[in-house]
């Protein structure tokens, strides 16, 4: 088969680290039999010295025609002053609401051969945790009306933020989570603060209703404060984690950082088309780009969600990730994940550690 992609290598590490997962690519297509095809464009603060605009029509366009879009990260200390309309990372949101991109799915697991890198006891992290947050992208408070107004009991000038969610936005997103639980451990952890929030209430009323469509998964309801205490505590009990948007802007953080290796993250951004939009969770990082030491597998990782939910492509998908595990068995570490005296690979050597054992 013949996919299109188009590729934003973006700002900072970002070329550095997409070329390594485009070679990946390319290995998996002689494998077995596929042709990707890649179409570079602008966005972020490349774009900005380019065009004017982190994101131009073009850019959305070429997006839009292809298959799937891969991201390495946009953004960098350069273009911090630009007014905050124009600023780099606006070009994802424009991305993500041209594409439809509804759900953000970031699996957060934790490889054996890393075990010390996370920063949770061993009693506790036990056989460790492979968990995916599925998070509402295009709604909640993000999205709502932000103003500012008198407070009626003259405490002066208060700032208002409308917080809402429509039955249609939360039943899109539960499906979505369920049907990944499906072909995972078979559990929804469903977020919400459905004690005080009226948008919470019609949130687990929805994700409830939609649950009697998957009777083969097992649903639990938590509340935010419980579910961020019960990811350091007990991050074993988690299969899928459905929340909302700012719920899921912080969950997500936090189950990353107890994998301890924000270098080793992919993430998807999908849509009701199979299209997508895939990058890791990490930035730009500015403080490294450009020396050939930033860890790529997280954007590899990415191609592998790419190749299983857009193109449908699970041995291939299996693949990426196996090379990936068996890399770090051998002993194979970027600067940010070995220990100490433990020699570091540049990108390119662990890109191509990778490629060799696929
Ligand atoms: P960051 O994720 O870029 O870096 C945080 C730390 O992690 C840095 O020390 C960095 O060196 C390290 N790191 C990140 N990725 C790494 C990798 N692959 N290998 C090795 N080490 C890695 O976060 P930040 O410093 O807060 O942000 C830098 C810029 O990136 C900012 O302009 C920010 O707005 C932007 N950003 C972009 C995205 C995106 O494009 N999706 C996401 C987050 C931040």
Redesign the pocket.
């Known amino acids: 088969m013949n996919y299109n992609i188009a590729v934003i290598k ?1 700002d ?2 970002g070329p550095e ?1 997409v070329s390594e997962a485009m070679l990946v690519l390319e290995k998996i297509g002689e494998k077995f039999g596929h042709t990707f095809k890649f179409q570079e464009v602008l966005a972020g603060g490349c774009s900005i010295d380019a065009n004017g605009i982190p994101l131009t029509d073009e850019t959305i366009e070429i997006c839009k025609n292809a298959d799937s879009v891969l991201l390495g ?4 200390p350069k273009w911090d002053n630009v007014p905050s309309a124009k600023r ?2 606006k070009a ?1 949101l424009g991305l993500r609401a041209a594409l439809g991109l509804f759900a953000n799915i970031r699996p957060a697991m934790m490889y054996k051969a890393l075990a010390d890198a996370c920063p949770i006891k061993k009693e506790i992290i036990g056989d460790g945790f492979d968990i995916v947050v599925c998070r509402e992208l295009t709604g909640d408070v993000y999205f709502g009306n932000h103003y500012r107004k008198e407070s009626d009991c003259g405490w002066g000038e208060m700032g208002c933020d409308d917080m809402n969610y429509s039955v249609y936005e939360v039943e899109r997103i539960a499906r979505r989570a369920f049907e990944m639980a499906r072909v995972r451990s078979k559990k929804v952890t469903s977020v919400d603060k459905a004690n005080v929030l009226e948008t919470s209430r019609v949130w687990r009323e929805t994700v409830t209703r939609i649950a009697a469509e998957y009777p083969d998964v097992e649903l639990q309801h938590m509340y935010v404060d419980n579910a961020a205490m019960q990811l350091v505590h007990s991050p074993g009990q988690f299969d899928v984690l459905l929340t909302g948007n700012l719920f899921g802007d912080i969950l997500s953080d936090e189950a990353s950082m107890i994998t301890g290796s ?2 080793m993250l992919p993430s998807a951004s999908i849509g009701e088309t199979g299209r997508g939009m895939y ?2 969770i ?7 780009a450009g020396k050939g030491i ?2 790529p597998i ?1 954007t590899i990782l990415s191609c592998a969600m790419m190749l299983r939910y857009s193109f449908g492509l699970s041995a291939e998908a299996d693949a990426i990730e196996q090379a990936v595990g068996k890399a770090l068995d051998n002993g194979c570490r ?1 600067a ?1 994940i070995a220990s100490p005296g433990q020699t570091a690979l540049s990108t390119s050597e662990m890109g191509q550690v990778i490629r060799d054992l696929i």
């Open positions: 973006g900072g590490i680290i990260a946009v953004g960098g780099p990372e994802l924000i270098g990058e890791p990490h930035g730009s990082a500015p403080d490294i930033a860890n997280a970027t940010d």
